[in-house]
T-cell receptor, first 116, second 111 residues
Framework: DTAVSQTPKYLVTQMENDKSIKCEQN?????MYWYKQDSKKFLKIMFS???????INETVPNRFSPKSPDKAHLNLHINSLELGDSAVYFC???????????????FGPGTRLTVT | GQQLNQSPQSMFIQEGEDVSMNCTSS?????WLWYKQDPGEGPVLLIA?????ELTSNGRLTAQFGITRKDSFLNISASIPSDVGIYFC???????????FGTGTRLKVLA
C-alpha cells in the first residue's frame, strides 16, 4: 500500500489555467505538507496543515490555495498559472511525536507541473 | 526561506569507496533526518536521529546527531552504483511543524 500518494504524476498546462493536485496519506498522520522543488532541487515548504487546520503558510502567492477536507487529504489548487510555477510539487505527512511514535516525515512521489 | 548547508554539494566516487557528507545549521534542532531522492521520485527517509550525540545505522548507512545539535553527518560505506542520487538532511524542532531541508549532496558512483 502506498503511504503518501499524489495525483496526477505529470501535469502540463497553459498559462492562466487553473489546476489542482490531490494528496492522500494512509499513515494516520496528523500533519500534511506541500513542498515545491525547483530546478536546482531545493525543497521549499509551502503549506502545512495539522488536523485540517492551516499552521504554516510560507509567503506563497494567494493563487495557491490548499484545502484539507479531512486529516488524510490535502489538495492544492492553483489559479491563473504562471511560467514560474513550473516545478515538482511534493506532498508529505508526519505525526506529532507521542510515546512509541516519531517525527518522521514521509513524502509522496511528486507531481511535475509544466506551465507553457 | 531558511535552508541548511550541506557539504559537499556533489561528489563522484569509485564503487566500493566510503562516502561522508555533513549538514550544518545556525539553529538548534531536536530531530535530524536524512533522505535520499532518486530521479523522478520523492525523497525517501533513510535515518532519523533524536538525541545529541546519537549514532544510528541503517545497513551501510550511518548517521550522527552532532553534539552541538547544529549539525549532522551521514556516512555510506562500500558504495554501490544504486547509491547514486541526491541526499538531503532535514532539521526539525518539536512544536514548529516545520522541517528545514538542506541544499542536497549529489552523489555519483563510478563503477
Amino acid at each position: 500500500d502506498t503511504a503518501v500518494s499524489q495525483t496526477p504524476k505529470y501535469l502540463v498546462t497553459q498559462m492562466e489555467n487553473d489546476k489542482s493536485i490531490k494528496c492522500e496519506q494512509n499513515l494516520g498522520h496528523d500533519t500534511m505538507y506541500w513542498y515545491k522543488q525547483d530546478s536546482k532541487k531545493f525543497l521549499k515548504i509551502m503549506f502545512s496543515y495539522n488536523n485540517k487546520e492551516l499552521i504554516i503558510n510560507e509567503t506563497v502567492p494567494n493563487r495557491f490555495s490548499p484545502k484539507s477536507p479531512d486529516k488524510a487529504h490535502l489538495n492544492l489548487h492553483i489559479n491563473s498559472l504562471e511560467l514560474g510555477d513550473s516545478a515538482v510539487y511534493f506532498c508529505a505527512s508526519s505525526q506529532d511525536r507521542r510515546p512509541g511514535q516519531t517525527y518522521e516525515q514521509y513524502f509522496g512521489p511528486g507531481t511535475r507541473l509544466t506551465v507553457t | 526561506g531558511q535552508q541548511l548547508n550541506q557539504s559537499p554539494q556533489s561528489m563522484f566516487i569509485q564503487e566500493g569507496e566510503d562516502v561522508s557528507m555533513n549538514c550544518t545549521s545556525s539553529s538548534i534542532f531536536n530531530t535530524w533526518l536524512w533522505y535520499k531522492q532518486d530521479p523522478g521520485e520523492g525523497p525517501v527517509l533513510l535515518i532519523a536521529l533524536y538525541k545529541a550525540g546519537e549514532l544510528t545505522s541503517n545497513g551501510r548507512l550511518t548517521a550522527q546527531f552532532g553534539i552541538t545539535r547544529k549539525d549532522s553527518f551521514l556516512n555510506i560505506s562500500a558504495s554501490i552504483p544504486s547509491d547514486v542520487g541526491i541526499y538531503f538532511c532535514a532539521g526539525f524542532t518539536s512544536g514548529t511543524y516545520k522541517y528545514i531541508f538542506g541544499t542536497g549532496t549529489r552523489l555519483k558512483v563510478l563503477a
